[in-house]
């Protein structure tokens, strides 16, 4: 293949799925998932951003936010003294920031993806925690469950997280939000977590600790470590199971962070609630495995242009 851009063929106009789209949304929530695919800000942001006469450029370094000043090659650092560049090993992949940074919403006109704070109020409460860029933020904000669900104000959970939730309520249930997210095989996303310095966006201090020690080496190392009584052979088994690793997905989908930093539990005490969100109120589910179409599936549901 030639490479290039990829043809969307569900956009055609022949195609009778077309002929009865939704309206554009007017806010959208993206769920973030860990290692599930922040070039999505892409496609969120030209669909915000872009119009019929003006589509934004997307091939930004996403090393531009890094803190240094080398072209945005996160090894070169100007010398304050003048001198030649000094290596800088500081920089940071943040190509969803980047992107928002060269083109700012307050410019481009992405409001489709930026709360009005004075409109949006949740117990009479004007929304000013909610973060600028996307509804909830790019980085990995988990969604707000429904608070008065009894199945989970009488979980075993609910105690340990309440104090958590956010503020602003319910992005579905309270606000009537367009939740977007993409899912990605969980075998595969714990090995891509692995690979990007151990992710596991919830622990903390001690905890974070224990699993770096527990998973350290390379994959294929003899190094082997003992988890609540079992015996693993690599460091990649030590990190998939380590407690509150795994069940990501079903956590973040109802109001816990990606790893379970409190309880360390394994996700299946969310499952219900999860597959209730995932069924019956997220408008598009992307699959990372099957990227071009589901990017071209969101660009039919939601603009209908590639």
Not at 30 to 42: D, E, N, Q, V
Not at 174 to 181: C, G, I, K, L, R
Not at 200 to 217: P, Q
Not at 277 to 285: G, P, S
Request: aromatic letters at 10%.
């Amino acid at each position: 293949g030639g490479g290039g851009m990829p043809v969307c063929p569900c956009l055609a106009d022949s195609d009778p799925r077309n002929s009865n789209l939704p309206e554009p949304p007017k806010r959208i929530r993206w769920l973030h998932i860990p290692k599930t695919g922040t070039s999505f800000m892409a496609t969120l942001w030209s669909h915000s951003a872009s119009n019929k006469d003006r589509y934004i450029d997307l091939d930004v370094s996403s090393y531009h936010c890094g803190g240094h000043d080398g072209g945005g090659d996160p090894n070169i650092k100007a010398s304050p003294t003048g001198a030649a560049p000094v290596v800088d090993k500081s920089g940071f992949s943040m190509y969803d920031f980047v992107l928002m940074r060269r083109y700012p919403w307050e410019m481009y006109g992405a409001k489709n993806m930026i709360p009005t704070l004075s409109g949006l109020k949740y117990n009479n409460t004007s929304m000013q925690d909610i973060p600028l860029g996307l509804v909830g933020g790019t980085q990995h904000v988990p969604l707000t469950p429904d608070v008065h669900d009894p199945r989970l104000t009488r979980s075993a959970r609910f105690p340990s997280i309440k104090r958590s939730l956010k503020l602003w309520g319910s992005e579905i249930y309270d606000h009537n939000m367009t939740v977007v997210s993409f899912f990605r095989k969980p075998e595969e996303r714990i090995v891509s977590a692995y690979y990007d310095a151990r992710h596991a966006n919830g622990f903390k201090g001690d905890l974070w600790k224990e699993l770096l020690a527990a998973s350290r080496g390379p994959q294929g190392a003899k190094q082997k470590c003992t988890i609540r009584g079992k015996t693993y052979n690599n460091p990649l088994e030590c990190f998939a199971n380590f407690p509150g690793v795994a069940g990501c997905a079903s956590r973040m989908l109802t109001g816990e962070t990606c790893a379970d930093g409190l309880n360390q539990k394994d996700g299946n005490e969310n499952l219900a609630m999860a597959i209730d969100a995932v069924m019956n109120k997220m408008e598009f589910v992307g699959l990372t495995e099957d990227w071009n179409e589901s990017v071209c599936q969101f660009h039919r549901l939601f603009s209908g242009r590639p």
